[in-house]
Structure formats: C-alpha cells, structure tokens
C-alpha cells in the first residue's frame, strides 16, 4: 500500500474519529487527514438532547478524544473545512477553496442532517433544530431563559428534548403526528408507554395532529396552528421530525446511493477504495442478509473499526447487531436488534413502575429487545436474536425464567 497519499476521512463526527483512531491502532503509520466542517474537534451528539443542553455537562466531555489525542497520534485534523468534490478517478477530494487533496483510501462519514419543515412561518426566528454543538447551546441558552416550548415530533430527538426541558421547569407541549411517540420504531404497545412517561411529568402531549403553520412576527414564533385547527402559545420550538443522510458528495461522484450511502458488509462503497461509516452508511448486514442504515451512537463508534480494518485490506465484516439507547427523565433504555415488522410485542416486567423487558416477535423469533429501567440484560437479549430460535411466549414473559435459559446453546445458527 502506498504512503505517498494520506487516508483522508471525510467527517468530523464520532464515525470519523473513531475511525482515525482504529488506523492507528490497526498499526497504519502513514498520513492520516481529518476534515472537519465545523470548527469544532470531533465530538459526540448524544449529550447534545440531554446532560448538555441541560447544562449538567462540561463541552468538554462531549468530545470523542481527550485534547493531545491527534497530535499524539499524527492524526491531521482539519476544523472548518469542506469537502466540495470527489474525483474517484484520480483519487483526490476537492476542498472549499479550491484545495486538492489526493487520498490513497477515502472514508465518508458525513453523518446526517435533520428535515427541515415546509410549512407557513417555518422561517420564523426562535425555531430550533438540534443537530451539531453550535445548535445545543443556542437551545441550551433558551432552556435557561425558560417559558414555554413546543417540540415537533415525537422521536428520539423530540422526546429527549422535550424531557430536558420539563427537568428544567418549562411549560412543554409536544406534537406528533402518529399516535404514539416513538411509534415507528416501538409500536404502540411500547409507544403508549412513553406517552404516558410524558404527560405523568406535565408535558401536554398532542398525537395523531400535524403542523399547519407557525405564526409570530418581528421578535419570532409565538404560537403553533396544528392542523385541527387547535394553537399552542409558545416562546421558541423545537423541531425533532427525522434525519436525511448527507449523500451528495457520494452523488456527485457517482457513488451509489439509496437511503445513504450503499455499501457492503466490508463498508466499501460501490467505488473500490471509498468507505463510509456511520449514519451515512446503508450497509449490507450478515446476519439480517439486507440492508440497514441506523442513525444511532452505537454504529458510529463501531463501524470505524471495521472500516479501518477494510481499508487496510485485512479481512473486515460488520456484524454487530444494532444498539441504541435513550434517558428520559428517571427511565432509561436500551435497544438490541432490529424490527421494521413483527407479529406481536410481549413484555415481562412491569409497565406500570416502568421496569420491563420488551421482545419484538416474527415468526416466533425475538427480532429485537428493550429493557427499561432493567439492566445487565444486553447480551442474554443478542443471544436470543442471534440464536433465531422460537420461544414459548408464556417464558418470554415470564420474569421467573431467567434470559439465558431461553436459548438452548446447541441450536446457535450464524
């Protein structure tokens, strides 16, 4: 492998340190280059929705890598600068400003952007997005001003907003257009739950209703017209409906794209030599045999090791099952798996003290698992989906049969 030309990284997020990081540690000794578009050293995005934005936390502790880590490393980071243009044919990333830099192997890890709302008064000032620092602090300042918000949209990002700003004493409504938060990716039965977590803190929680407008005028939003008619007063909002994968750099080159980037179980793009990693990156799993882009923390930390692994040329497959997790006032969660469609949801716990662990079924196969406020269960829960057994659901849900009971260790299938 060539040193002459540096393994550029396009992507400043957790994805693209982490996969800075696993370069080095995989033993590569030639030149590394980090861009970064904000002027910002790589950091991560949850703290951002939470412990942040709550002002619990130092800037600090959101970074990726403690400061010295690139230097020591002879990692070049490059803060506030873009990437404009990938030649693939003569290897090389066209920087705002006219820079051309020639790359031996190139990662993409662009990460997302969030939707932007297309309706009347969406311009209006006082409407937040919460993607990158610079947005946590100018909606940390507005937390700390108080009054009253309303948050658009009921997903991860709306619902921990909307319960950082309930921990900090503001009047909170949130609008989501199903009938349940959290309804796309835990259904009902688990949405219904977390509903009801929100209105027991205060939050006036509207579901089923979209947005007709926002009204306001010189010194911002003030009110929210929903489209039954309805209004909520307000001083600022929060708009939380969902990401879009930052894919027109792949585009441009003629990377192909569908739903991110695609790429292989290796995260190699369709362009030998181009990689992508985090929420970008629409890969090839080996145990789902499909496609899966997951916008979440846990693949943004993971995929960079085998990416790195991949670009190097030594053997590399990405095969972690999805994770992620969520805190929302005195409930925490963790998600394991990956379930777009299943028959039925059975739960052992108690929904009620918000303790419980939740099993996504199909086919009388657990597809994916959620414990809430009950811990140390991660792995007996990937043990289940990995082994693609069926279970009785009378010993799925029944708390006295221990986890890793369910799954008779000889009928493993990869």
Same mark, same amino acid.
């Given at each position: 492998m060539?040193?002459?030309?540096?393994?550029?990284?396009?992507?400043?997020?957790?994805?693209?340190?982490?996969?800075?990081e696993a370069?080095?540690?995989?033993?590569y000794?030639?030149?590394?280059?980090?861009?970064?578009?904000?002027?910002?050293?790589?950091y991560?995005?949850?703290p =951002?929705s939470?412990d942040?934005?709550?002002?619990?936390?130092?800037?600090?502790?959101?970074?990726?890598?403690?400061?010295?880590?690139?230097?020591?490393?002879?990692?070049?980071?490059?803060?506030?600068?873009?990437?404009?243009?990938?030649?693939?044919?003569?290897r090389?990333?066209?920087?705002?400003?006219?820079e051309?830099?020639?790359y031996?192997?190139? =990662?993409l890890?662009?990460?997302?952007?969030?939707?932007r709302?297309?309706?009347?008064?969406?311009?209006?000032?006082?409407?937040?997005?919460?993607?990158?620092?610079?947005?946590?602090?100018?909606l940390?300042g507005?937390?700390?001003?108080?009054?009253? =918000?309303?948050?658009?949209?009921?997903?991860?990002?709306?619902?921990?907003?909307?319960?950082?700003a309930?921990l900090?004493? =503001?009047?909170?409504a949130?609008v989501e257009m199903?009938?349940?938060? @959290?309804?796309?990716?835990?259904g009902p039965?688990l949405?219904?739950?977390?509903?009801?977590?929100?209105?027991?803190?205060?939050?006036?929680?509207?579901?089923?209703?979209?947005?007709?407008?926002?009204e306001?005028?010189?010194?911002?939003?003030e009110?929210?017209?929903?489209?039954?008619?309805?209004? @909520?007063?307000?001083?600022?909002?929060?708009?939380?409906v969902?990401?879009?994968?930052?894919?027109?750099?792949?585009?441009?080159?003629?990377?192909?794209v569908?739903?991110?980037?695609?790429?292989?179980?290796?995260?190699?793009?369709?362009?030998?030599g181009v990689?992508a990693?985090?929420d970008?990156?629409?890969?090839?799993?080996p145990?789902?045999?499909?496609?899966?882009?997951?916008?979440?923390w846990?693949?943004?930390?993971n995929?960079?090791?085998?990416?790195?692994r991949?670009?190097l040329?030594?053997?590399?497959s990405?095969?972690?099952?999805?994770?992620?997790?969520?805190?929302?006032?005195?409930?925490?969660?963790?998600?394991?798996g990956?379930?777009?469609?299943?028959?039925?949801?059975?739960?052992?716990g108690?929904?009620?003290?918000?303790?419980?662990?939740?099993?996504?079924?199909?086919?009388g196969?657990?597809?994916?698992?959620?414990?809430?406020?009950?811990?140390?269960?991660?792995?007996p829960?990937?043990?289940?989906?990995?082994?693609?057994?069926?279970?009785?659901?009378?010993?799925?849900?029944?708390?006295?049969?221990?986890?890793?009971?369910l799954?008779?260790?000889a009928r493993?299938?990869g």
């Open positions: 060539s040193d002459t030309h540096p393994h550029v990284i396009v992507g400043g997020g957790l994805a693209g340190a982490k996969a800075a370069l080095r540690e995989e033993g000794d030639g030149p590394v280059v980090l861009l970064a578009a904000e002027d910002e050293q790589p991560e995005r949850p =951002l939470k942040y934005l709550r002002g619990e936390s130092e800037r600090d502790s959101a970074r990726v890598h403690p400061s010295g880590f690139y230097d020591e490393h002879d990692i070049e980071v490059r803060t506030g600068t873009t990437a404009e243009r990938i030649d693939t044919g003569g090389s990333v066209t920087l705002a400003g006219g051309c830099l020639r031996d192997r190139l =990662l890890a662009t990460g997302a952007e969030p939707r709302l297309r309706v009347p008064g969406a311009e209006l000032a006082g409407i937040h997005y919460l993607r990158d620092l610079a947005d946590a602090d100018a940390a507005r937390l700390d001003a108080g009054g009253r =918000l309303v948050v658009i949209g009921a997903g991860w990002i709306g619902a921990e907003v909307a319960a950082s309930r900090k004493g =503001l009047e909170v949130m199903a009938n349940t938060p @959290l309804e796309r990716v835990l039965e949405g219904g739950i977390y509903a009801e977590i929100h209105r027991a803190h205060g939050v006036d929680l509207r579901t089923g209703v979209g947005i007709a407008s926002f306001g005028g010189s010194g911002g939003v009110r929210v017209r929903l489209a039954d008619g309805s209004t @909520l007063d307000c001083d600022f909002v929060v708009v939380g969902g990401v879009t994968p930052r894919t027109a750099l792949a585009e441009q080159a003629g990377i192909a569908n739903n991110g980037i695609l790429v292989n179980d290796r995260l190699e793009t369709s362009e030998p990689f990693a985090g970008v990156a629409n890969a090839i799993h145990f789902y045999r499909r496609l899966i882009r997951v916008e979440h846990a693949n943004a930390l995929q960079p090791a085998t990416a790195a991949a670009m040329g030594k053997e590399a990405y095969d972690l099952l999805p994770y992620f997790f969520s805190d929302q006032y005195d409930v925490g969660m963790e998600y394991s990956h379930a777009t469609e299943w028959d039925e949801v059975v739960m052992r108690d929904p009620a003290a918000r303790e419980l662990i939740a099993f996504w079924l199909l086919d196969r657990v597809v994916a698992g959620m414990n809430m406020n009950v811990w140390d269960v991660t792995e829960i990937k043990t289940l989906i990995h082994s693609r057994q069926a279970v009785p659901v009378e010993r799925l849900r029944d708390p006295g049969v221990p986890l890793d009971e799954v008779a260790p493993m299938v």
